[in-house]
């Protein structure tokens, strides 16, 4: 594909109800990376795969939040019984790969998914 | 503790000006340091980075591991650099810790 796509675009939730968004990362790249971007905020890091595994879940605010890859394609976040605060938006990123030696792969990222919940 | 801060939310300058967006880190380690831009409906994008020491688009940007700085610099702002520039820090081979942002406006 052209990029990292994320769907859907919006989501309009109420409070209390689960949530999944989707992420595309571009073919081939091994590493996805969630980030969440609460209005006025930088970028918060949630959880980062290598292929299907996910090495680092550290990010993820609470149990509410988790996240699974499909192999090195699709990835999913899913948010439980949501809350007004995790209203924000949630970007991907993807990469080819992560280096080591002081050479760290470019993130490409996706246009976001904007959550709010009422 | 890691952190990157953006200090200025907004920056305005006019076209033709010089343009300084001030970045600051706290980082143990040996830093690698990013700016990464996002133009009006547009996503996010590396605009440059530390280790590769190059100038892109007429922005530069230098690591000052003495003041902890990364600021970025361009001696002629255009009005097509107005956008949303983020610092951030990477602190291992693939967490990123990002700044605030900040918005630079370039006035005609």
């Known amino acids: 594909g052209a990029g990292v796509s994320q769907s859907p675009s919006n989501k309009v939730t109420e409070k209390g109800k689960d949530v999944e968004l989707r992420c595309d990362p571009i073919s081939g790249h091994t590493a996805l990376y969630w980030y969440r971007q609460r209005l006025g905020q930088g970028l918060e890091f949630l959880i980062y795969f290598q292929g299907n595994s996910a090495p680092d879940k550290s990010g993820l605010p609470s149990d509410r939040f988790s996240a699974e890859r499909t192999g090195e394609s699709v990835s999913t976040l899913t948010i439980q019984r949501t809350q007004q605060e995790d209203s924000a938006v949630y970007l991907c990123?993807?990469?080819?790969?992560?280096?080591?030696?002081?050479?760290?792969?470019?993130?490409?990222f996706g246009p976001g998914t904007r959550l709010t919940v009422l | 503790a890691q952190r990157v801060t953006q200090p200025e939310k907004l920056l305005s300058v006019f076209k033709g000006a010089p343009v300084e967006l001030k970045c600051n880190y706290s980082y143990s380690g040996s830093p690698e340091l990013f700016w990464y831009v996002q133009y009006s409906r547009q996503r996010l994008q590396l605009l440059l980075r530390?280790?590769s020491r190059e100038s892109i688009k007429g922005f530069t940007a230098d690591l000052n591991k003495g003041e902890t700085s990364f600021h970025l610099k361009k001696p002629f702002a255009q009005e097509e650099d107005s956008a949303m520039y983020y610092c951030a820090l990477s602190a291992s081979t693939y967490k990123y810790i990002f700044g605030t942002g900040t918005r630079l406006k370039v006035l005609a």
């Open positions: 530390h280790i």
């Open positions: 990123a993807s990469s080819l790969a992560t280096g080591g030696g002081g050479y760290y792969n470019e993130q490409f």
